[in-house]
């Protein structure tokens, strides 16, 4: 049987593979779980669980179910509503919740949902208790014999949308610099950022310049957000801004577009925040975390610095677990993931841009000057949308991929991956020749389409 949870949480096409009835049925086992784990007194035998959630139109069909899983098995519930995920993480620990739940597909088109869990220390889940969970789920859906409280036993859910302010007024917090004269242009993917950042970002003395702040439900990350930036960066140069800031449907996740109009990725904000911290020696053994997609000219960035990096599989959990295993505080990833240990338990967009617009603030330099102290290698990258995600495991592929990387040489790099959250094989090749990179993607593509 398939893994439920992929690479973060549960995901799925709403009430196709992401139903309702499996909803109900994590929000149940999750309660279970917990409570089981809590080993509570008397006095406080009741798990509680916070549920946040993005702007998509099943988020509240989703919601619904999650709720009445967690009240089923004896949990209490806060609905604390369109809230970014990292509050969900930063809102369970300091409400000394059991666990928080998020329910968002993040880039992922309107029609996608997911489920993903933070532990009550505000901590994504550990593969180990996803797979305890999970293997609740399935013995509710063999044989549900576990207990169900009724009369005065059953809790009460509490709707808790103030809490967005206690998340905003923690995220201003993080930030020593007044962003006073600076003119920026905000995208927030008519997702959960939408009323926070422009918030934040006034509320420090920033002119704010925002669309993608008007959700309906299907419009999130609809050609706007991290993941469809070429807008901001036309906005950017038509407003004459100091910089863009694109987050994606959930906000745990933030990219930069510099003055000239160039995107700042994950890579360029790690070093960018890199240096920073470092002059302000805040960089534990001067060494950043970053995942195998990291580009070759951030590798030169952070050792030109005098800095080193540690790197990992894809995805931010692993970032973060590496982070925590080595007392490191800076880790994030080339889509806009950034992980500031100091700050939170996760990533988090909002606090993300912040620490970008304090170090222009901080430098007196311009974002594009920022922006410079990486140089981009080309790279290229392609999906290719299959059955089966083990395809590119397959012998013939496998002689394409090491025979591009003998035409590349030292000066390039070929990566051949599955994707964790969608059924796609990614293919990335980077070096200094785009289109010597173009062709090699795109016949490994080619052999990919041709044998599944």
Known sequence: MPRLFGTDGVRGKANSELTPELAYKLGRAATIYFGREAKLTELKSTPTVLIGRDTRVSGEMLEASLIAGICSAGGRAIAAGIIPTP???????????????????????????????????????????????????????????FPRPTDDKLCHVENRHNLLEDYINFVLQTTDQRLDGMKIVLDCANGAAYEAMPEILQRLGAEVIAFGTNPNGININDNCGS??????????????????????????????????????????????????????????????????MANIGFRQAIQKLGGKFEVTKVGDRYVLENMLKNGYTLG?????????????TTGDGLITALQVLSAIKRTGKKASDLNKLMTTYP?????????????????????????????????GRILVRASGTEPLIRVMAEGPDQEQLEGIC?????LIENIQ
């Open 87 to 145: 509050a969900v993480a930063y809102l369970a620990k300091k409400l000394e919740t059991r666990a928080g739940i998020v329910i968002s597909a993040s880039h992922n088109p309107f029609y996608d949902n997911g489920i993903k869990f933070f532990g009550g220390d505000g901590y994504k889940l550990p593969d180990a208790v996803e797979d305890e969970i999970e293997a609740i789920v399935h013995k509710i859906e063999e044989n549900d014999d």
């Open 227 to 292: 993941t469809h930036i070429d807008n901001l960066c036309q906005a950017v140069i038509d407003n004459k801004a100091d910089i863009g800031i694109a987050h994606d449907g959930d906000a745990d996740r933030c990219l930069c577009v510099d003055d000239e109009g160039h995107i700042i990725d994950g890579d360029h904000i790690l070093v960018i925040c890199a240096t920073e911290m470092m002059k302000a020696n805040k960089l534990p053994h001067n060494t950043v975390v970053t995942t195998v």
């Open 332 to 344: 994030g990833e080339q889509s806009g993931h950034i992980i500031f240990t100091e700050h939170s």
């Open 379 to 411: 790279q290229v990258l392609l999906n290719v949308r299959v059955k089966d995600r083990t395809v590119y495991e397959k012998e013939e592929i496998q002689e394409a991929i090491k025979k591009a990387e003998t035409e590349l040489g030292d000066n």
């Open 442 to 446: 795109r016949n490994i593509v080619s």
